[in-house]
């Protein structure tokens, strides 16, 4: 079974500055999608970035980038030029591709960290 | 409306009661997921739906929780004789391509509350 560890329970941030958010994860996949969601008080989980495990290029979507270490199993996300529309709770997450056997693209979450940003 | 959406939005119950979730996908999404989300557990995987089907049930917690999917549409998550455990929220999610890099999509929850 896969497990998404995120160390951090809480982070905090001036506005404009940059931050970043720790993942690791536990797999003996090869290949895997990981992902970050977003989670304001709204509870509307969004998508902020993606990353297949068999590109070595770190995902990049305007202010949010990844460190993606695959031997170290890190997945880091992080956020340049903080806003305060960025306040939220971030979950890491893991995917196993395929729609079937023990997959089924569930997805496995860390804990979550709760980011604030301050003005 | 194009996304997922979930009803009712908060839900207080007696311990005891029985309560019905409902989840609309994303229209022609065949994939839909239940997450649970609570402090002690964090955010887990309840059940998956393929169509009408629930191949995936290893995440319901107890024969207490059930689910159904009709019409590859509308699902349903029932728990019967609630607990004072079960409070949290519960995510419903929809995706076009189970499994693929495509994004799921999640819907605002229902917070469920039993006293």
């Known amino acids: 079974a896969q497990t998404v560890t995120q160390s951090q329970p809480e982070m905090s941030v001036q506005e404009a500055e940059t931050v970043t958010l720790s993942c690791t994860y536990d797999t003996s996949e090869n290949n895997y999608y990981l992902f970050w969601y977003k989670q304001p008080p709204s509870r509307q989980m969004i998508l902020v970035i993606r990353q297949e495990a068999y590109k070595q290029q770190n995902a990049t979507e305007n202010r949010f980038s990844v460190n993606f270490q695959k031997a170290a199993k890190s997945f880091s996300l992080k956020i340049s030029d903080s806003q305060l529309g960025d306040t939220a709770m971030y979950f890491c997450?893991?995917?196993?591709?395929?729609?079937?056997?023990?997959?089924?693209?569930?997805?496995?979450f860390g804990q979550g960290t709760i980011l604030t940003v301050h003005p | 409306g194009a996304g997922v959406s979930q009803s009712p939005s908060n839900k207080v119950t007696e311990k005891g009661k029985d309560v019905e979730l409902r989840c609309d996908p994303i229209?022609?999404?065949?994939?839909l997921y239940w997450y649970r989300q609570s402090l002690g557990q964090g955010l887990e995987f309840l059940i998956y739906?393929?169509?009408?089907?629930?191949?995936?049930k290893s995440g319901l917690p107890s024969d207490r929780f059930s689910a159904e999917r009709t019409g590859g549409s509308v699902s349903t998550l029932t728990i019967q004789r609630t607990q004072q455990e079960d409070s949290a929220v519960y995510l419903c999610?929809?995706?076009?391509?189970?499994?693929?890099?495509?994004?799921?999509?999640f819907g605002p929850g229902t917070r469920l509350t039993v006293l």
């Open positions: 739906f393929q169509g009408n089907s629930a191949p995936d």
């Open positions: 997450a893991f995917m196993k591709p395929g729609a079937g056997g023990t997959s089924y693209g569930k997805l496995t």
């Open positions: 999610a929809s995706s076009s391509d189970p499994g693929s890099y495509n994004e799921q999509f």
């Open positions: 229209s022609g999404h065949t994939a």
